[in-house]
């Protein structure tokens, strides 16, 4: 499918495949309530896991996030690319995209072009792996239009990418905190 059908879908509130440089995701607009229910329903996923959001920029997450510049030094080297940085929101985005308890969101800029252009065009997404909730995720839109059909209307096509989910460093503690290895190798209080 096209860039155009991916904007179309998420500008109407429906969930697009797309190829990410890790593993492959599905996407909805993070401020579509609707839209986001019908990402977790679709995953059969919890609530108590909340959506990370993709940016195309800097730019992008300067809008969604408060950070200091000590953060942006240590996520700088590895944007675009595999390192997912929770940080002070400072939006208010649909139930489930962020945590609203705690005031964070987990945001990332990925290093694909395609998936970087749709991002220029819609915004920030609210993004999750491909796959339903508790296995492995889809590597591809073959894989991810086997698990899914017809209740992803639109699946980007992208290189296969390496399978590896992103590092997640939570910025919001001091010292930081890796959540979850990754690629990208942070050492703990980094």
């Known amino acids: ?22 593993v492959y995701g599905l996407a909805v607009d993070p401020a579509n309530e609707e839209a ?40 700088e080297p590895h944007w675009p690319g595999p390192l997912t940085a929770v940080l002070r929101t400072r939006v208010s985005l649909a139930a489930g995209v962020g945590d609203h308890e705690r005031g964070t969101l987990a945001v990332r800029v990925p290093d694909h072009n395609l998936l970087r252009s749709l991002l220029a065009g819609s915004g920030p997404l609210a993004v999750t792996s491909a796959n339903p909730s508790g296995s492995a995720p889809a590597l591809d839109s073959v894989e991810a239009r086997a698990l899914f059909g017809g209740q992803v209307p639109v699946y980007l096509e992208g290189e296969r990418q390496g399978g590896e989910a992103s590092t997640v460093v939570d910025l919001t503690r001091v010292p930081p905190v890796v959540l979850r290895e990754g690629p990208v190798c942070l050492e703990a209080g980094s």
């Open 1 to 22: 499918m096209s860039l155009e059908a991916a904007l179309v879908a998420l500008r109407t509130g429906q969930v697009v495949g797309v190829p990410t440089d890790t």
């Open 36 to 75: 986001v229910r019908s990402l977790f329903r679709i995953k059969g996923r919890g609530w108590q896991l909340p959506l990370a959001v993709l940016a195309a920029s800097f730019d992008q997450v300067e809008g969604l996030v408060d950070w200091a510049e000590a953060d942006r030094r240590l996520v």
